[in-house]
T-cell receptor, first 110, second 115 residues
């Protein structure tokens, strides 16, 4: 099983719709979880950290489910500018490194 | 401006010709890391450094070397590049405490082609 798994997509979603991604991780001891956004041929940038109690930043909501070992990202009222690849990132507890998922590609359609 | 810089941004070279990709950060971060990104494989860590003179292997270290003589710089060295090292490379830095990860700031990437 991969350390971090994401559905690669692509997800083609009409503007204004709500879209959700899940990401599963294998290390039950992981403590730190993030969503990064990567635009085509650009560097990844932090979108949001994921906290145990769940957290929201504007149209974006992140959730953590420790029992099932997955994190989720919900985007409401999607905009054209949300088109990007979304990377799930999880720490490998005790190994001093972060593991990146392969990313989920999202395209918002006008 | 807080940033991570990489040079060169694009490089085409031939098999066996030693090259160095530089990485520098101006945020006084302890943690620096190199990744390569390939289609379908995502970002894979090559080497990382927790602080000056401390480096360790990531998931795919074969064929690469690094050094961390100064806090701000973390060069990636390919002693004898091969075509399977053709990839997009990212350097990243972050502040770090044990088992407490902060935002990683990435450089703009270096697209390397080895013929």
């Amino acid at each position: 099983r991969k350390e971090v798994e994401q559905d690669p997509g692509p997800f083609n979603v009409p503007e204004g719709a709500t879209v959700a991604f899940n990401c599963t991780y294998s290390n039950s001891a992981s403590q730190s979880f993030f969503w990064y956004r990567q635009d085509c041929r650009k560097e990844p940038k932090l979108l949001m950290s994921v906290y145990s109690s769940g957290n929201e930043d504007g149209r974006f909501t992140a959730q953590l489910n420790r029992a099932s070992q997955y994190i989720s990202l919900l985007i409401r009222d999607s905009k054209l500018s949300d088109s990007a690849t979304y990377l799930c990132v999880v720490d490998s507890f005790g190994n001093e490194k972060l593991t990146f998922g392969t990313g989920t590609r999202l395209t918002i359609i006008p | 401006e807080a940033q991570v810089t990489q040079n060169p941004r694009y490089l085409i070279t031939v098999t066996g010709k030693k090259l160095t990709v530089t990485c520098s950060q101006n945020m006084n971060h302890e943690y620096m890391s190199w990744y390569r990104q390939d289609p379908g494989l995502g970002l894979r860590q090559i080497y990382y450094s927790m602080n000056v003179e401390v480096t360790d292997k990531g998931d795919v270290p074969e064929g690469y070397k690094v050094s961390r003589k100064e806090k701000r710089n973390f060069p990636l060295i390919l002693e004898s590049p091969s075509p399977n090292q053709t990839s997009l490379y990212f350097c990243a830095s972050s502040s770090y405490r044990v088992d407490d990860y902060n935002e990683q700031f990435f450089g703009p990437g270096t697209r390397l082609t080895v013929l």
